[in-house]
């Protein structure tokens, strides 16, 4: 299960608003992986203007080498009393620098680019992927960097550091706890209840040719939508 495990949060702050991520990357990588992935986020607040926020995401990834993975998927999303609109097409790598079978640790980065759509920037980003299993539970965190490019751009650097704690009961059915968080733009750090703070369980696991990860994300500031339902699917060749 490669893809489907991505992460987002906690720390530094979100990724641009306009392209929000809610999956949590491993930094391991097989040669040969490839699958056709949907990513997909709703969410719903008692106040309107963060209600039916969604986005949706279609893709696909392939691993030409032994710890290179690439991917590209469409974006578009739908806000409050708005129409579904297309907003980007992401460009995305994955190299894995170490594994925890011969390291005490399983490291990799990731980068990405977003070609915005309709007048929406673009977005440039870096990340460090770090995972360590002990026992039947798996760590992992992502460290997230990202500027957004183009003439309607914010010029400040965002961070974001996004994790998850899973347990390994069976292929089939792993619980987990992810978090999802953000303190704003290196040049403007906002109040602890202007920023965005997520957390909430998940399960993920394999059915067949297909990996699912699905959680509910509950909003712990004022800034954050109250609840968020998160629903990615992939279907590996």
């Given at each position: 299960m490669?893809?489907?495990?991505?992460?987002?949060?906690?720390?530094?702050?979100?990724?641009s608003?306009?392209y929000?991520d809610?999956?949590?990357?491993?930094?391991?990588?097989?040669?040969?992986?490839?699958?056709?992935?949907?990513?997909?986020?709703?969410a719903?607040?008692?106040?309107?203007?963060?209600?039916?926020?969604?986005?949706?995401r279609?893709?696909f990834d392939?691993?030409?080498?032994?710890?290179w993975?690439?991917?590209?998927?469409?974006?578009e999303?739908?806000?409050?009393?708005d129409?579904?609109?297309?907003?980007?097409?992401?460009?995305?790598?994955?190299?894995?620098?170490?594994?925890?079978?011969?390291?005490?640790?399983?490291s990799?980065?990731?980068v990405?680019?977003?070609i915005?759509?309709?007048r929406?920037?673009?977005?440039?980003?870096?990340?460090?992927?770090?995972?360590?299993?002990i026992?039947?539970?798996?760590?992992?965190?992502n460290?997230?960097?990202?500027?957004?490019?183009?003439?309607e751009?914010?010029?400040?650097v965002?961070?974001?550091l996004?994790?998850?704690?899973?347990?390994?009961?069976?292929?089939?059915?792993?619980?987990?706890?992810?978090?999802?968080?953000s303190?704003?733009?290196?040049?403007?750090?906002?109040?602890?209840?202007?920023?965005?703070?997520?957390?909430?369980?998940?399960?993920?696991?394999?059915?067949?040719?297909?990996?699912?990860?699905?959680?509910?994300?509950?909003g712990?500031?004022?800034?954050?939508?109250?609840?968020?339902?998160?629903v990615?699917l992939?279907?590996?060749?």
């Amino acid at each position: 299960m490669q893809r489907i495990i991505k992460l987002a949060a906690l720390g530094l702050a979100i990724s641009s608003p306009v392209y929000a991520d809610f999956t949590v990357d491993t930094p391991i990588v097989d040669k040969g992986y490839a699958d056709i992935e949907t990513t997909n986020s709703f969410a719903f607040d008692h106040r309107n203007a963060q209600n039916a926020v969604h986005e949706h995401r279609l893709g696909f990834d392939y691993a030409p080498l032994q710890g290179w993975l690439i991917t590209m998927e469409g974006v578009e999303d739908k806000e409050p009393r708005d129409d579904w609109r297309f907003i980007g097409t992401n460009i995305e790598s994955v190299v894995t620098l170490t594994r925890n079978d011969d390291h005490w640790l399983s490291s990799g980065v990731r980068v990405h680019y977003t070609i915005g759509h309709d007048r929406n920037p673009g977005q440039a980003e870096a990340a460090l992927l770090l995972e360590k299993t002990i026992g039947k539970f798996t760590y992992t965190a992502n460290f997230v960097f990202d500027r957004e490019t183009g003439p309607e751009r914010e010029s400040a650097v965002a961070g974001a550091l996004n994790w998850r704690v899973l347990y390994g009961y069976e292929e089939a059915l792993n619980p987990a706890i992810e978090a999802y968080s953000s303190v704003g733009r290196a040049n403007h750090f906002a109040a602890l209840q202007d920023e965005e703070h997520r957390i909430g369980p998940v399960l993920q696991g394999k059915l067949g040719r297909i990996d699912y990860d699905i959680g509910w994300l509950f909003g712990l500031t004022n800034a954050t939508a109250d609840h968020m339902l998160k629903v990615n699917l992939n279907y590996e060749f």
